[in-house]
């Protein structure tokens, strides 16, 4: 497969951690045919993929990316997918060696298309699965989001403090907090 009628076979091996071996990825990856090999002895869950980063700052449209499987990628389906359409936007090639897809067939399109439904989905489970939590807090009294500034004790002494006709400036200055914060406080 020494490349492909318009670019370079490129091949990237993964292995997590430092005490594993490349050579067995490599000897799948030079029986492919690829002309260079990319690779990372590190956790798919870092996205500070070294080997990975170079690749694709190298590849090129037309080239095509080998891996010997898609988990080389990355740990998260999400992770997998976003490579994936990466590469598919700058008209690069993936195949998967153990799944047995290459990507710029019919069948590998395909596939990239359910796995982005299901990267769709799972992003919209993730906010359903948010809002939920937040209406459920909210239905118990809990305060969701970013934590308040200011603790109701201090918004009490703001409200005392306007009250008593004491400036802004010097209300936001005694509690540390923008006029901004203050009036959302106060209202």
Same mark, same amino acid.
């Given at each position: ?123 919209? &489970? @993730?906010?359903? *699965? %948010? /809002?939920?939590? !937040?209406?459920? =807090? ?36 005694? &509690? @540390?907090?923008? *006029? %901004? /914060?203050?009036? !959302?406080?106060? =209202?």
């Amino acid at each position: 497969m020494s490349g492909t009628a318009s670019g370079h076979a490129l091949g990237y091996a993964r292995v997590s951690t430092t005490k594993q071996h490349l050579e067995q990825q490599i000897d799948a990856l030079t029986a492919a045919g690829v002309d260079r090999i990319f690779s990372d002895k590190q956790s798919g869950r870092t996205q500070d993929r070294d080997g990975l980063k170079e690749l694709l700052e190298y590849a090129r449209e037309g080239d095509t990316v080998v891996v010997v499987a898609l988990d080389r990628l990355g740990r998260s389906m999400s992770g997998i997918i976003e490579t994936i359409q990466d590469l598919r936007k700058r008209g690069i090639n993936l195949r998967s060696l153990r799944e047995g897809v290459d990507f710029s067939t019919p069948t590998g399109k395909m596939v990239a298309s359910i796995f982005a439904a299901l990267a769709e989905y799972e992003v919209d &489970l @993730k906010a359903e *699965r %948010a /809002t939920a939590a !937040r209406e459920a =807090a909210a239905a118990r009294g809990l305060h969701t989001g970013r934590p308040r500034s200011l603790t109701n004790d201090q918004v009490a002494l703001a409200k005392r403090m306007r009250e008593s006709g004491e400036p802004v400036r010097l209300i936001c200055d005694t &509690l @540390k907090v923008s *006029r %901004a /914060t203050l009036y !959302r406080s106060l =209202a």
